[in-house]
């Protein structure tokens, strides 16, 4: 693959998510290489993706080159390349563009959409996990209402414009959110030829609340946010099938819609030549310092690593902070071998969940304290935006978030490139 | 096609550009009613498509959605279309979504790239005539970069990194400055492993000058500014053949490069229906009153129209200019007749032509004047800024600019769709 060797030892890492990062951040001026592979050229702030579909950011906002995060860091090298293979037994990799060999593995693979197996599911929904589909949920949106002008029934005009996502989470939470604020605010004026109050958004959740993982207060304020939003919420309800057109629900009447959002699941991203055998609920299962057990020079970071805690026994849960955290006490103990030191065991701190709805509507939950309304909705803000990568996306992203907060808009409302089932 | 029919005339018009939105926006409240039909959901505003390509800018910025342009115009209807042919004897359009009937037909469609009938050009060469043209451009670019650190011998890593733009107009100048900018200040960084002094920017122009419809004294200038910027240019020279690889001239050696970039022509983008029959030039022959000569209800206005004049006897220039004042005056001339009053024939006023090569290397051509360097370059900014549609729009492309001008960056080095040729 062309990367010079040194003396020192060579940490490869497999993926630039929120852990890859902070490992490879933590190793600058350290004794190593590192070599991050990463199929795109960006990392990309997961958190932020609904808000590229829903039409209010481009990609550039959440979006960020590896390159340039790394451009003054000497030992850090990139290549964009898909990994075909682990072989741990030569220690390397096998990737689409040549073979590395590494010292230390670290996989940072983050998760995807699981569909459980069900295959109409995965042929026929939606997922939201990267830029590249959230663009192509943004165009079908569009692209739904530009046919719903053309449609021959009333029928087949509702079933355009009803939008059914399936889990309560964060995501799902958030993208619903979302979508009743362009139906309220913005799809009405846009579209002046067509019925928006025929418009529908219903949220499907298997337990019998709302964000499931946040405290028992914030999923009814947030259930009660989204009512007032006009979003469907169906508690308790999970889909059976969806054939592109009719959705049937394992306890409730069919739903047509033609568009069916997954936000249900996720799995680890595993990589071929480490398999099933070193995981537990589809992810690898590390020992208290990320090593994967079993083996001796892999590790793995974030949501591909499963990592049982006392608090935590069916592991720790899918989010940027467990990354973030790893992907920083991994960097520590590398330097602690580099510098003879023993390592320290990881433990992970909660700084609380959060998430909002929309326009003056989020929940927060702090360890010792919850809150909502106008005030969580600003804390919300402000901790993404200071957590987005850069100055520029930063600033970008606030002056869009500005800008539609003032206009009561969504200003991306463009189809670049058609989504085509 | 499902749009009401009233006692007012309808007036269709083909194509959201430059001066469709005139025309449009020309009859607002006037008792007529007005029916757009673009291909895609926005207006592009194309002179800064290359600064898409060179990741300075996302879409956002140089597109604008166009139905919230029209949101508070009540005679105005839009509809996502392509169409496949007009039917003038019945005087209706035939579309991909179905027909509709006209009393008045604006044909306002612009260009495409035009490659003069050379096949194998237009198989291998990368056109930047829109939106998605200009994001593939970019992805290549990067591509080839992470595609140079893999290769095999130094012929093919220079060959990825030589970019050959063929044609030297406002277009080809504006791109060949821009990446020599990203050569100078942005990829020395970005790729610390390869040495990025081996980059070559190509200009090939067929006249003996760059700029060719600029005063000499500005085309000498603007070659000065390439030069110092490292870009190569060859004038009278012309392209005879690619192969993806390799670039064989007419009256010079070859040249090896994986990209060629083709600024060097437009055609005008006839309907089906109106053949060449009514053209002049490719583009269709109009009267004073931008009326497709030899019919009766069929206009044309823009890049897509010939007009000539006794200044311009082989017609108009295809500039924005041209099709915004076409628009501006036909949208009167429509509103004569609706008040029963006489038709003016149209007139163009040059406002001047300008071009920039890169930070603070501008050149601008007025009436009585003419300058460059750091003023006309502010000038170059300030027109282009305002003529932007859209606060936001102007707002965000102004923060870019002021980013990339303090940092000397350009943000946006995203591949978020791979370009396979």
């Known amino acids: 693959m062309n990367i010079p060797t040194t003396n020192y030892p060579r940490i490869v890492i497999i993926g630039g998510g929120f852990g890859g990062l902070q490992l490879a951040k933590g190793l600058a001026k350290s004794k190593c ?14 958190p932020l993706l609904y808000q590229v579909a829903s039409a209010g950011l481009e990609p550039d906002s959440i979006a960020y ?6 451009k003054n860091q000497a030992n850090f090298f990139f290549r964009m390349a898909e990994v075909n293979k682990v072989n741990k037994d030569e220690r390397k990799v096998i990737t689409n563009i040549g073979e590395i060999n590494y010292d230390y593995l670290v996989i940072a693979t983050g998760s995807d959409t699981n569909y459980f197996g069900m295959k109409d599911i995965a042929k026929y929904a939606m997922p939201m996990k990267n830029v590249k589909e959230a663009l192509n949920l943004r165009s079908l949106l569009l692209q739904n209402f530009e046919r719903a002008l053309l449609a021959e029934n009333i029928e087949e005009q509702e079933s355009l414009m009803t939008f059914v996502i399936v889990g309560a989470g964060p995501t799902g939470v958030e993208l619903a959110g979302a979508l009743a604020e ?37 999923s009814k304020n947030a259930l009660k946010y989204l ?8 508690l308790g309800q999970s889909v059976a099938s969806y054939d592109g057109k009719t959705i049937k629900f394992k306890k409730a009447e069919d739903l047509k ?35 994967i057990e079993g083996l001796e020079r892999e590790y793995a970071i974030g949501d591909v690593a499963f990592q049982a805690t006392e608090e935590n ?36 701190k909660d700084l609380g969940t959060m998430a909002t709805v929309g326009r003056n509507k989020a ?9 909502k309304g106008w005030f969580a909705w600003v804390i919300w803000m402000f901790i993404h935006l200071i957590s987005l990568v850069g100055f520029r996306n930063k600033m970008i992203t606030f002056f869009n978030w500005s800008y539609n907060y003032f206009n009561f808009d969504k200003g991306v409302r463009l189809i670049i490139r058609k989504y085509e089932r």
Chains 1, 2 share one sequence.
């Open 257 to 291: 819609a033609h568009t069916l959002i997954w936000a249900a699941g996720v799995k680890g991203q595993l990589v071929g030549g480490i398999g099933e055998e070193f995981c537990e609920r589809g992810r690898y299962k590390v020992n208290e310092f990320n090593k």
């Open 227 to 234: 009512e007032d939003l006009g979003v469907t919420v169906w």
């Open 363 to 371: 929940v927060v939950d702090l360890k010792h304290t919850k809150f």
């Open 182 to 218: 362009l139906k309220k605010h913005v799809l009405p004026f846009d579209y002046p030829d067509l019925d928006v109050r025929r418009m529908r958004i219903h949220l499907i959740e298997m337990a019998d609340e709302v964000l499931p993982p946040m405290s028992e207060e914030s």
């Open 33 to 46: 290489q590192i070599v991050m592979l990463d199929q795109n050229n960006y990392h990309t702030f997961q």
């Open 313 to 348: 026994p069916i592991g720790l849960p899918g989010v940027a902070q467990v990354a973030i955290q790893q992907g920083r006490h991994l960097a520590k103990n590398f330097k602690a071998t580099l510098n003879n030191k023993e390592w320290t065991k990881f433990s992970y």
């Open 65 to 70: 080159p590896i390159r340039k995060i790394f």
